[in-house]
């Protein structure tokens, strides 16, 4: 069965970082990405890629966070830099065996991680 694992969340101030990492095990993904849903909130797509020079970043964190994957160690990141109050949610992980580019369509992925907490204090 996939496993998607995420760690790295965590409860900082604003202005500071987060480094997010989802590691995959007994699974081989093409797009992979990143959403958060806020309490209240519908989940949303933060950050996703299928290589380096395929990636796409919502408008709210372009700029601030980089996604990036080791494909040997089939483990996917999140750096986050200069965080805002907004920017706190549940992260998730996701992973597609297909390639559906780096899209933010829920639909595309078929193995989500269970998800870790990104707290920011103003």
């Known amino acids: 069965q996939v496993q998607l694992v995420e760690s790295g969340g965590g409860s900082v101030q604003a202005g500071g970082s987060l480094r997010l990492s989802c590691a995959a095990s007994?699974?081989?993904?093409?797009?992979m990405g990143w959403f958060r849903q806020a309490p209240g909130k519908e989940r949303e797509g933060v950050a996703a890629m299928v290589s380096d020079d395929i990636t796409r970043y919502s408008d709210s964190v372009k700029g601030r966070f980089t996604i990036s994957r080791d494909n040997a160690q089939n483990t996917l990141y999140l750096q986050m830099n200069n965080l805002k109050p907004e920017d706190t949610a549940m992260y998730y992980c996701a992973a597609s065996a297909s390639n559906w580019g780096a899209t933010f369509w829920v639909g595309a992925y078929n193995a989500w991680g269970q998800g870790t907490q990104v707290t920011v204090s103003s």
């Open positions: 007994r699974y081989r993904a093409s797009t």
